[in-house]
């Protein structure tokens, strides 16, 4: 059952020139802060919104994490701002939510780029990331080592345990998660699936780019892009894996901004 949209919070750059804005929707366990050094770049030239999406960031929290859902949540913040549409960017989760609004509300999209993921479901799982922040004992820490430590058998890689520890926040000094670990975990199948759309299609513009070392975005994902995006353009940036944004940003702006 379809929930009711939530009203979402963002961070915002640029100056409104009565352009098209355009909305960055960042990827599971992420928050709009992340996207902030490349939203002012995109500013620019333009209005951007870079949004926090249902359970990260300061975003409201709820049970249900379907795409379609996540989609309205959108679609909400451009209605509540009156906007006609926008140019939608969206890495990982949040390019599965870009793709959803653009298959169930084609006429909200004016262009639409989509950061190493396919509208495809994948065997890969995050869950023992959510174990492991789940089982991290706050209670009486204080210091971030100290709860980063704890995270370091199940997220051994030290670039990836520092992003999950963004959403690690301290409060009157009691540690907690920013994020809705219960929700994200009960979800996790949907999150690494992709609804249904039947033979819906974006008939506008799209740009697919993908990391050369990340397995999100591979050859045997081409048909699935192209049947539901027949105007996809496939891109790939060699040497990065799937947070392609943080790890080559110039590069992977100067593709946006070429296209957008």
Do not use: C
């Amino acid at each position: 059952m379809a929930q009711q949209a939530l009203p979402l919070t963002y961070l915002e750059a640029g100056e409104a020139n009565g352009g098209t804005p355009m909305l960055i929707l960042h990827g599971l366990f992420g928050s709009a802060r992340n996207w902030q050094t490349l939203a002012r770049r995109f500013g620019e030239s333009r209005r951007v919104y870079a949004l926090d999406l249902r359970n990260h960031g300061g975003a409201p929290w709820a049970d249900g994490m379907d795409y379609r859902d996540m989609a309205e949540d959108v679609r909400r913040f451009l209605d509540d701002r009156g906007f006609a549409r926008a140019t939608v960017v969206g890495h990982s989760m949040g390019g599965k939510t870009a793709m959803a609004l653009a298959l169930a509300h084609p006429d909200r999209v004016a262009r639409l780029v989509v950061a190493d993921i396919a509208p495809v479901a994948y065997t890969h799982t995050h869950a023992p990331y959510v174990a492991a922040m789940k089982a991290a004992r706050l209670e009486g820490a204080t210091r971030r080592p100290e709860v980063e430590a704890q995270l370091a058998d199940a997220v051994p890689e030290a670039p990836l345990r520092s992003f999950l520890m963004q959403n690690l926040v301290l409060e009157n000094g009691v540690f907690s998660w920013r994020i809705n670990l219960d929700s994200i975990g009960a979800n996790m199948e949907g999150l690494i699936g992709f609804p249904d759309f039947g033979t819906a299609r974006y008939e506008g513009p799209a740009l697919f780019i993908g990391g050369s070392r990340s397995d999100y975005v591979r050859p045997e994902h081409h048909d699935a892009i192209r049947r539901h995006f027949p105007a996809a353009e496939i891109r790939m940036i060699e040497g990065v894996g799937h947070w392609l944004h943080a790890e080559r940003p110039a590069e992977f702006a100067a593709l946006v901004e070429s296209f957008a």
